[in-house]
C-alpha cells in the first residue's frame, strides 16, 4: 500500500509541474500578444500623430501660399474681383465657374497705366489711349483689343486658386477621381438636396500641388464681400421699393426654385437683435421646406450670413471719402457752398457743381445737388418719385408756339431737375438729346 501510494503521490507532483508549465506559457503567449497588440497601437498613433503633422503643415503651407497670392495680385487698390461665371457665354457653362479671378482696373498704353474708364486731358489725345479730350470714355468698347468682351482675358490677372502651372485653362475640366485633383467644395458644403445638374455647376476642383514625400496642398479664395448678406436691415414697408432703393439686400424677394424660401426670414432675425447670425444658429430658424442653413449652403456662392468689405478708390487707391456731411448737412438749403483755405490757396465748393469734373458736363452732367436730393429721401415714401416733379423745375411750352397745336409737353429744365426731382436711386447718368426740326408740307418734322 505505501509503495502503491508512494507512486501515485509522485504521478500527482508530475502532473501539477506540467500544468503549471502550460498555464506559464500561456501565460507569457498572452504577454507577448499584449506587447504586440501595444506596440501596433503606439506604431499606429505615431504614423497618425505624423500624418497630421504633416497636414497641419501642407495646411499652413495652402494658407501662405493663398495670402501670398491675395497680396500679389489684390495688394494694390485698383484691382477687383469677380467669379470666373462672367466669362460664360449666352450657350456655354465654364468647367470652373466658381473659381475667384482677379482683374486690374488700367490698359496699358505706352509707357504708362491708364484706367479702363477714363479721359484724356484737354488738348492732350495723342499720348493717351482715349479718343476725344475731355469726355469720359470706356476703353473696353473703344480699343480693338479690349471689346467684344477680350477685355475679360486681357486683363486678367490670375484665377486664385492652386495649381501646378502659372497658367490655368478656367474652361478646363478636372477628373474628381484623379490624383492630382481635389474637391474643396462639395456635398459637405453644398448640402444633399441639390440635384447633379446644381451640383456639378456649383462645386469648385482645384489642382493639388505635391510636396516631396510629404503629401500635397490645395487651396481656393472665395469672396464673401461679393455675396449677398443675410444681415438685418432696417423696417422698411414697401419691400419691393426697398429692393430697388436701398443698398442693402432683401431676402424676402429672392426666389429659389420658383419659391421665396427665405421670405420673413428678416422678421426672424430682427426678434433676436441682441444675436448675431451665423451659419450654426441659422439652422434653428425655419424656413419655406428647408431649414435657412439648408438654403445657405446650396446658395453659398450667392448668400452669406458676414460680408465685409471696405469702400475701396479703384481709379486712384486708398479709401473712398465719407460724403455724409455734403449730403446730410444743411438740409433746408438746396444749395450749399463752401470753401477751404490750404496754405495760400483758397479752394471753393458747390453742390450744383457736376460729379464728373469737366466743361462738358457742367450743364447736364449729374451733380452733387441730385445726390443730395436723393439722401434728404431716405426716409420719405418713393411712390411717385419718378413723377413728382417741383414747378420750379418743369418748363412747359404753350402749344401758341407751335403751328398744329403741336407741344413739347412736360420737360424737366436740365439746370433745375438735379436739386429738385426726387430720385428712387442714385444712378447718375449723361446724355445727349440733339433736335433737328425742318420745316415740310406746312408741318414740322423731328429728326
Known sequence: MCVTSGRCQGFARQGFA????VLLMVLLTMLALAFLTLNTIELRNSMSDRHQAVARANAKLA???AVGELQKHLGPDQRVTARAVICEGHDKQLANRN????????CSYGNSEWPVVGKAPLHETNDTPYSRPGAYEDLRHTRAALAEGFWKNELRLAWLVSS????????????PNADDCVELVGRGSLGRELSAADYHANRVLVEKIAVANS?????YISENNQKASLDPMGDVSDAEISFAAAPRFNPDLVEINGEARLSGLQDSIRQHPDKLLSYANAALIPGRGMSIRDVLDESMHHMTAYSPGLFVDTLLGGLRGD????????????????SMQQGGDTRTFSSTWPIVPGPGHGVLGPSFGALRNWARHTNS???DAETSFSTAAIRMRPTTHWPHDISDGACADASKWAESAPKIHPIMTDCRWHYYFSHHNNRIRTH
Open 63 to 65: 494658407l501662405m501660399h
Open 381 to 383: 415714401e418713393l411712390h
Open 215 to 219: 503629401g500635397a496642398f490645395a487651396w
Open 99 to 106: 473659381w475667384l479671378g482677379v482683374w486690374k482696373t488700367t
Open 323 to 338: 460724403l455724409t456731411p455734403l449730403l446730410l448737412a444743411r438740409q433746408g438749403e438746396k444749395v450749399i457752398e463752401f
Open 18 to 21: 506540467l500544468i503549471a508549465t
Open 164 to 175: 501646378k502651372t502659372p497658367k490655368v485653362d478656367v474652361g478646363k475640366a478636372l477628373d
